[in-house]
């Protein structure tokens, strides 16, 4: 599977970026998807994504804007402090497009699809970087093809991303939105190309599973101490001894007429002794029992881990329908 980052900000906070920023806010204010998007306030609003370098790679993002005619940089992508490439929100006479831009500041094409205040969009687009004439930079717009650039997308000789920005505006209340986000690259059979529409929510624990075994962090029960979001230091399980594990029962799957395409679990976890334990995410499918994943290393502060991404059910039997998610469950493991 080639798909390499999908984030929704569904557990309230930022710590899908990396390295993490404190001037992006997670919001629940009108988010595409889900209970949160992302707010960008300010031109310092930056959002990075750090992936393996990669040639050619596919991004997806929503995303609704404040200001539709201003020069700032909204997306670039980046080899470490290189900026590659980026697109922009300007005015282009009689459209206020998004703009493909390579390096800093050569143009590349104007969008002719017109991006209005305050709505949402979806953003899609094609990068490969390359020399004259095999470099390309393609995007959509809610689907519609809006720039088909062919020609170089190379500046300083640099041939990879490793790094992706999502960026503010240059002057406060200048807001830029972003959710449901996604990056895809080539290898592989599946998620190899475009990443298409998406929209990604979030089932919260909401009772006990069928093993509880980690120590509470007060006299409430297991479940209702990690279902908060975002994640605090207050409220939260613990466990020292190797193996001891919690699953939870899930809020139940409501989306109508949706075509799941995968799931994971994910929790904000840390050490508090040390640097060095590790856990495992698992789920159980009904029918299918408990699929465990690799072990985790983890850190002094809260960071994001995320299990096993599941296209099917562990077996590879089954798609996931409304039936086999409302019988999931979800759970923690200590390691070492």
């Known amino acids: 599977m080639a798909r390499i980052f999908t984030e929704g900000f569904e557990t309230g906070d930022n710590l899908g970026f990396n390295p993490v920023t404190s001037s992006v806010t997670i919001i629940s204010t009108n988010p595409r998807s889900g209970s949160y998007c992302a707010k960008f306030s300010t031109a310092t609003s930056i959002g990075t994504i750090i992936i393996s370098a990669i040639g050619e790679l596919y991004v997806r993002f929503g995303f609704m804007t404040g200001q539709n005619n201003k020069v700032d940089v909204r997306f670039a992508w980046m080899s470490d402090s290189t900026v590659l490439g980026h697109l922009r929100v300007q005015n282009n006479g009689l459209v206020n497009g998004i703009n493909a831009y390579s390096s800093t500041s050569t143009l590349l094409a104007n969008g002719t699809i017109n991006i209005t205040t305050n709505t949402w969009y979806l953003v899609e687009i094609y990068i490969k970087i390359g020399d004259n004439p ?108 190797v193996g001891e594990y919690d699953l939870y029962n899930l809020t139940p799957f409501s989306v109508s007429n949706a075509s799941v395409k995968r799931i994971w679990a994910e929790t904000r976890s840390l050490d508090t002794v040390a640097e060095g334990g590790t856990i495992s995410i698992g789920i159980k499918v009904n029918g299918e029992g408990e699929d465990w994943g690799s072990y985790n290393s983890l850190l002094t502060t809260y960071y994001r881990y995320i299990g096993t991404v599941y296209p099917l059910t562990p077996s590879g039997s089954a798609v996931w329908t409304s039936t086999n998610l409302n019988n999931l469950q979800i759970g923690i493991k200590t390691g070492t």
Not at 167 to 173: D, E, H, P
Not at 181 to 187: D, E, G, K, R, Y
Not at 201 to 220: H, K, M, N
């Open 134 to 241: 095999n470099g390309r930079v393609i995007t959509k717009i809610d689907g519609i093809t809006d720039i088909d650039f062919t020609g170089d997308t190379q500046p300083a000789a640099i041939t990879t991303v490793n790094r992706i920005d999502f960026k503010g505006q240059g002057s406060t209340g200048e807001e830029n939105y972003f959710d449901d986000m996604a990056i895809n690259n080539t290898s592989g059979t599946s998620d190899n190309s475009w990443c298409g529409d998406g929209h990604i929510i979030a089932l919260i624990p909401d009772s006990a599973g069928d093993v509880t075994q980690l120590i509470p962090s007060s006299g409430s029960s297991n479940w209702s101490l990690v279902d908060e979001r975002p994640a605090n230091i207050t409220d939260y399980v613990s466990g020292s001894v």
